[in-house]
């Protein structure tokens, strides 16, 4: 089961960013705007992890995160509180109030990807599982091997990061920019031709016979791994 990530953040721009990386990463993401909204949204379901801005309307991160920790059942609720203040005093602040990670705007994406990770391996390391499954494909991302059938398959480094990237949402379309984006990284440039290249090399080394075509293309849009093959 995929860990459940609420993002509060009031910058419109930022919570899609957020949304947008950690659903890439493999995770249910749930966005809320005001503190007063997202507490009340965890009187109804506490998630795996809260990232947590600051200053929001309604009701401030920092206060939001003190009510939480005198709750029962939100006590050991792992929190990442995001601010543009980056004095000590500030971070001081925010741990003590019950934060368990601190990160300062503006902030790397990757850095912060990392930081979640390493916190659910902490708190709950069966909520990032090795083993990726679609269909009769598996994944794994500790051995870095892949198997359709049984059969291991044969995939280039590109290959296998862009089989991991479609398994972790089967059934939805991605564009080419996006593909990009998640699979190459957003500072190296790759002509979005490429991804058609490397969508070529994967279906050659994941399909033999007459097995089915687990990749789909959406014309104008982009590719998707097909969520109800092999089923």
Excluded at 23 to 47: C, F, K, N, S, W
Excluded at 116 to 124: D, E, G, S
Excluded at 167 to 188: A, C, K, N, T
Excluded at 189 to 210: F, M, P, Q, S, W
Aim: glycine share 8%; aromatic share 6%.
């Amino acid at each position: 089961m995929n860990a459940r990530i609420m993002v509060v953040e009031d910058e419109e721009a930022l919570a899609i960013l957020l949304r947008y990386n950690l659903a890439a990463e493999g995770y249910e993401v749930e966005t809320i705007e005001r503190g007063d909204d997202a507490e009340m949204r965890l009187y109804e379901q506490v998630p795996d992890l809260l990232i947590l801005d600051w200053m929001l309307p309604g009701l401030s991160g920092i206060e939001l995160c003190r009510r939480l920790r005198l709750r029962a059942e939100t006590r050991r609720l792992p929190i990442i509180i995001l601010t543009a203040r980056g004095e000590e005093s500030e971070r001081v602040r925010g741990l003590s109030t019950g934060a368990d990670d601190y990160v300062t705007k503006p902030f790397s994406v990757p850095e912060l990807m990392a930081r979640v990770k390493a916190m659910l391996r902490r708190t709950n390391p069966e909520s990032i599982s090795a083993l990726l499954k679609a269909g009769d494909i598996e994944l794994d991302r500790q051995s870095h091997r892949a198997h359709r059938n049984g059969r291991e398959l044969k995939l280039g480094p590109t290959e296998f990061r862009l089989l991991e990237f479609l398994m972790r949402s089967p059934g939805r379309v991605f564009s080419r920019e996006q593909l990009l984006d998640g699979v190459w990284g957003r500072d190296i440039y790759v002509d979005e031709r490429t991804v058609d290249v490397h969508v070529g090399r994967l279906r050659k080394a994941i399909i033999r016979g007459r097995e089915r075509d687990p990749i789909r293309t959406v014309r104008g849009a982009g590719y998707a791994l097909d969520d109800k093959f092999g089923g």
